[in-house]
């Protein structure tokens, strides 16, 4: 309840209710395009950053394991949203696919706010974590599209691998990541009042867009909104407990095993649309990114996160 409390009056979780209460109030407040790139762009960079330097050392042997671990979980996870889609959703085979493709993958900004929240309790994560994000991606979107596969062709599979390796998430992540481990602590130094000094204030002002997005999202819901918010936030919830019991298993500290069942609970509303609208052009995307960024997201961000992070520290003790 303490941890909860902790993270429902933080200045990041209280940004994205502002965005929430200007989109019910219908305030013309608005975030410029230009801008919203911006804030997304130096995040990235900054969590990359951060993660190179950490990752520094790292055995090659741990590494290898981590990523064998994070690729397994994200093909269960993707197959457990397929099944979860069809069973309680009801959803038909493509569907289900395009659920499973974004309940599969990971969203950046959970694992950012997930991030700092173990820092900010004394628990900072390790810095592998950064690649095991880029890694999580990629086995849920293809199992997506190969469930879906009545409509997937070779061009779509390959369109999906580019798509993972070249956006801009993973650019900048494993960019930042490489810089980081390259520079080091002193190198990084000399850009330390840009990128770390500046993060918080940068976070928020993220939130809030990301608030006034997540509300525009809720707006959309019309029929069958009930099953699917319960989708929404038991399924993520079943797989945040078991990211935090396979990270444990795996000799990850507390406060990673708590971020990494954090990243295993988000949905994907950025990169898993983009390879759905490739892969799988019939499928009702819009519905998956009002779950993930409407019910989801909110959901980990209140409640989930808090909630790993009190499991992995019970699992430590």
């Not at 959970?110 to 900072?124: L, M, S």
């Amino acid at each position: 309840m303490e941890l909860l409390l902790t993270n429902l009056t933080s200045a990041v979780v209280l940004a994205f209710a502002l965005g929430l209460l200007a989109r019910a109030v219908r305030s013309d407040l608005v975030i410029p395009d230009q801008i919203q790139t911006y804030l997304s762009i130096f995040l990235l960079l900054a969590i990359g950053l951060k993660g190179g330097v950490a990752l520094r050392g790292q055995e090659p042997g741990t590494l290898a394991l981590l990523l064998g671990m994070t690729l397994a979980a994200g093909a269960a996870t993707a197959f457990s949203a397929y099944w979860f889609a069809r069973a309680f959703l009801r959803d038909i085979r493509r569907e289900a696919a395009a659920i499973a493709a974004h309940y599969g993958s990971v969203s950046a900004v959970t694992f950012i706010a997930a991030n700092q929240f173990a820092e900010r309790n004394g628990h900072a994560p390790e810095g592998v974590l950064v690649a095991l994000l880029v890694a999580l991606e990629v086995p849920a979107l293809l199992i997506g599209l190969a469930l879906g596969r009545s409509t997937q062709s070779d061009a779509a599979s390959h369109h999906t691998l580019r798509e993972v390796f070249t956006g801009k998430t993973a650019i900048l992540l494993l960019g930042g990541l490489a810089i980081g481990a390259i520079s080091g602590p002193d190198g990084i130094k000399k850009v330390d009042a840009m990128y770390f000094a500046l993060f918080q204030g940068v976070l928020m002002l993220f939130m809030l867009d990301m608030g006034m997005i997540a509300a525009n999202r809720l707006a959309e819901l019309r029929r069958g909104w009930l099953r699917l918010a319960a989708f929404a936030t038991v399924v993520p919830l079943l797989h945040g407990i078991v990211g935090v019991l396979l990270a444990h298993a795996c000799g990850l500290s507390a406060g990673s095993a708590g971020v990494f069942g954090a990243m295993l609970s988000s949905a994907s509303y950025i990169a898993a649309p983009a390879a759905v609208r490739a892969g799988l052009p019939e499928a009702d995307v819009g519905r998956c990114i009002t779950a993930a960024l409407g019910l989801t997201f909110p959901f980990n961000l209140a409640i989930g996160i808090p909630l790993y992070a009190a499991i992995a520290q019970r699992l430590a003790e």
